[in-house]
């Protein structure tokens, strides 16, 4: 069974920083591809980043240059750093994590979801 937890959601101005945080269970990172996607309010789930099993990203075009993702395959954990965050960046945050070990972002190929973090950026 694998198990996906994120943390580290919150309320922060325009201009500041979060840093998500998702823990996995059950499967290891060395071997998985993770991803963080975003659902607005009325908004279909949109991929944020991705990272491959040996470490490869991918990040979208409306947050490359302030949002990084990585991972600690010894701790078995996916970060997500927001930086320079805008009023646009407010959603739901979910973490999750394929059976295939290729850098992938298309939301069809993950098969694990964690529950969701809310980020909510204020102007």
């Known amino acids: 069974q694998v198990q996906l937890v994120e943390s580290g959601g919150g309320l922060v101005q325009a201009g500041g920083s979060l840093r998500l945080s998702c823990a996995a269970s059950?499967?290891?990172?060395?071997?998985?591809?993770m991803g963080w996607f975003r659902q607005a309010p009325g908004k279909e789930r949109d991929s944020v980043c991705a990272?491959?099993?040996?470490?490869?990203?991918y990040c979208a075009d409306s947050v490359k240059g302030r949002f990084t993702i990585s991972k600690d395959n010894a701790k078995n954990t996916v970060y997500l750093q927001m930086n320079s965050l805008k009023p646009e960046d407010t959603a739901v945050y979910y973490c999750?994590?394929?059976?295939?070990?290729?850098?992938?972002?298309?939301?069809?190929?993950?098969?694990?979801w964690g529950q969701g973090t809310q980020v909510t950026v204020s102007s």
């Open positions: 999750a994590g394929s059976k295939l070990s290729l850098l992938t972002p298309l939301l069809e190929m993950y098969d694990y």
């Open positions: 059950g499967r290891t990172l060395s071997s998985t591809s």
């Open positions: 990272i491959s099993a040996t470490s490869s990203t």
